[in-house]
């Protein structure tokens, strides 16, 4: 007797919800399809965790493939692993999504999970809420097509950290991890989590800048700008990746074809895996990363990398210009952009973020737009433009 092929797809279970697939693999998607079982025309699947069969909604779906993750990249295992944990906010009590337990301490949290709630902000927000009430030092958001890891400092601030810890590590062992250029391509928080950089800013405005008391777009740009110079000092490193992924036929610029510009297709996952074999012993460790020193120690090394980039690109800031955030705010916004990769990134990641800070005041009528004069100093000392040659703009209309 030939089986009935499964026709519930994981796709068609999302359809029309807010929760994706992205961050998983097919692997991952196809090995939960083969475990689904239809009753009365609904999807069902054994719980990996709980060991009953239950419905498979958009949430659950997440939430399954997500505590594949835990098992099996992050190798805890199940029984430090709770679906539905009950917290206690006061007389009420709540239900967490996912929670890991702490190795030596089994009945304490470790890691809150939260996918219930599949806007950022919201789920941000649900689980702050969460980690505050359990004192559990780690928290992770995603919807399926994006992911945001915490480390909760104080009951105040929340930072980004690059991943979680696996079973045999701690938290100081992911903040100390030598970090170079390869690491940014590879975990780039752009392609891999699905966010924009102007997410990521709205992210940093309603955790710390809104009451920082300075220039939101200063600050940011000052930061922006200190980030580039730092991935810019790797750039021998860049070309050795670039040879690489050329020779493996995974260029990462465009080519010309035809008399035509045409960009190969490889996915994100494509080019990570492919360097993936880049040796990086050799590379530059990237400087603009919170790794686990004091707050000050920090603004003072960010501040030392600020006032080189000054030197390289002169004229873009005052010489006697300094970075106005205070150290604990400082912190989560170097947490915050230390993942993301801004070199030979899509511009229009950069101009949507420089569009969202500038203030409507600075934009003329009848939808002109200016672009900052720092923002102009910067191209222009970056592109280094010689007497005989010429630039287009494509965006210019003839009147």
């Not at 789920?123 to 958001?141: D, F, M, N, R």
């Not at 809104?210 to 000092?233: M, P, R, S």
């Not at 610029?253 to 494509?270: G, T």
Request: hydrophobic fraction near 35%; proline fraction near 4%.
């Amino acid at each position: 007797m030939v089986e009935r092929e499964n026709k519930i797809t994981l796709i068609s279970i999302l359809k029309d919800s807010q929760y994706n697939l992205s961050i998983f693999t097919p692997e991952e998607i196809a090995e939960l399809e083969k475990r689904i079982i239809e009753k009365n025309g609904k999807p069902y699947v054994e719980c990996i965790i709980r060991g009953k069969e239950i419905q498979l909604k958009p949430e659950e779906v997440v939430r399954q493939l997500y505590a594949v993750k835990l098992i099996n990249d992050y190798i805890y295992p199940k029984k430090r692993i709770r679906f539905e944990h009950p917290v206690q906010f006061g007389r009420e009590t709540k239900s967490s999504d996912i929670v890991v337990f702490d190795k030596d301490r089994p009945t304490v949290e470790y890691i809150i999970v939260e996918v219930k709630k599949p806007k950022l902000k919201d789920g941000k927000e649900q689980l702050k809420s969460y980690c505050h009430a359990t004192g559990a030092p780690i928290g992770v958001w995603t919807n399926g097509g994006q992911i945001s890891h915490y480390n909760r400092k104080d009951p105040n601030f929340f930072e980004d950290i690059t991943d979680i810890p696996n079973a045999s590590q701690t938290l100081a062992d992911i903040l100390k991890e030598r970090y170079t250029l390869k690491d940014l391509i590879i975990k780039d928080k752009i392609p891999s989590e699905g966010k924009s950089l102007k997410t990521i800013i709205q992210d940093m405005e309603d955790e710390v800048l809104a009451n920082a008391g300075v220039d939101v777009f200063e600050e940011v740009f000052k930061l922006i700008f200190t980030k580039l110079y730092d991935e810019h000092k790797s750039q021998q490193d860049r070309v050795i990746v670039n040879y690489f992924l050329k020779d493996k036929n995974y260029p990462m610029i465009a080519e010309l074809r035809d008399n035509c510009r045409k960009v190969k297709e490889n996915s994100f996952d494509e080019i990570k895996e492919a360097i993936q074999e880049v040796d990086d012993s050799s590379f530059r460790v990237l400087e603009f990363r919170n790794t686990g020193q004091s707050e000050g120690e920090l603004k003072e090394k960010i501040q030392k990398l600020f006032d080189e980039a000054k030197k390289k690109w002169i004229g873009v800031f005052p010489d006697e210009s300094k970075i106005d955030l205070s150290p604990s705010h400082l912190s989560i916004c170097i947490s915050s952009l230390q993942d993301v990769k801004l070199f030979n990134s899509n511009l229009q990641v950069i101009d949507e973020a420089f569009e969202y800070l500038v203030s409507k005041s600075s934009k003329g009528e009848k939808g002109q737009y200016f672009t900052p004069r720092h923002v102009i100093d910067m191209c222009v000392k970056m592109l280094n433009p010689k007497k005989d040659e010429y630039m287009i703009e494509s965006t210019a209309k003839s009147p």
